[in-house]
């Protein structure tokens, strides 16, 4: 597997403060993406990024914003985050031509 | 759009029996991937197997394995002599053309000792 990590694991936080999530890769993977997790909706894209400098918004990006400055680093930021981004969020890199998509080990987001 | 459908929300069968979980989607494309994933209860998300939708031959890797029937979109996973360990969450998922997964709603298994 992707040698893939997510910090932190777990964070709690207040209504209205801003929150950053990292996910961090060392396969050099090109693509990269965040998906959000919640009871009876499976997985949703919130965005990916096909290269450095470049994303691309998912099905759910609304209050959500990215940034890839690096290969290795895909960071997820809530600009001011709200009860309904309580959640459990995954990253995953992917190869292209395989479609094959590698999980980093999922943050568990509370917002109070 | 594509979409993945996964009918059954929560299965359970004894240890060491056979049990099929099913899993039908809609693409346009010509080729692409299919896949399963399993979650158990560390959440952790694992590739169980996968599929090119251009090979004939059914994917398995040891106790699991897959009945692909294209024409009727259709993409089932089997896993025999089930254990405890296989008690998780699976997710089926297909490819499409813009790298990304179009992901079904999941089905709950839970193997009884």
């Known amino acids: 597997d992707a040698g893939i990590t997510q910090s932190p694991r777990h964070k709690v936080t207040e209504t209205g403060t801003p929150v950053t999530l990292r996910c961090h890769q060392t396969?050099?993977?090109?693509?990269m993406y965040w998906y959000r997790q919640d009871p009876g909706h499976g997985l949703r894209l919130i965005h990916y990024?096909?290269?450095?400098?470049?994303?691309d918004k998912g099905e759910v990006s609304d209050g959500y914003s990215v940034s890839r400055s690096k290969t290795e680093d895909f960071l997820l930021t809530l600009e001011s985050a709200t009860s309904s981004q309580t959640s459990v969020y995954f990253c995953?890199?992917?190869?292209?031509?395989?479609?094959?998509?590698?999980f980093g080990p999922g943050t568990r987001l509370t917002v109070l | 759009a594509q979409t993945v459908t996964q009918s059954q929300p929560e299965m359970s069968v004894q240890e060491a029996e056979t049990v099929t979980l099913s899993c039908t989607y809609d693409?346009?494309?010509?080729?692409?991937?299919l896949f399963w994933y399993k979650q158990p209860p560390s959440r952790q998300m694992i590739l169980v197997i996968r599929?090119?939708?251009?090979k004939q031959q059914n994917a398995t890797e040891n106790r699991f394995s897959v009945n692909f029937q294209k024409a009727a979109k259709s993409f089932s996973l089997k896993i025999s002599d089930s254990q405890l360990g296989d008690t998780a969450m699976y997710f089926c998922?297909?490819?499409?053309?813009?790298?990304?997964?179009?992901w079904g709603a999941g089905t709950k298994l839970i193997i009884k000792p």
């Open positions: 998922a297909s490819g499409d053309s813009n790298y990304q997964l179009i």
């Open positions: 396969e050099n993977h090109r693509y």
């Open positions: 599929q090119e939708a251009y």
């Open positions: 995953a890199t992917s190869v292209p031509g395989t479609d094959t998509q590698y």
């Open positions: 693409t346009s494309e010509n080729n692409y991937y």
């Open positions: 990024s096909y290269g450095v400098k470049d994303t």
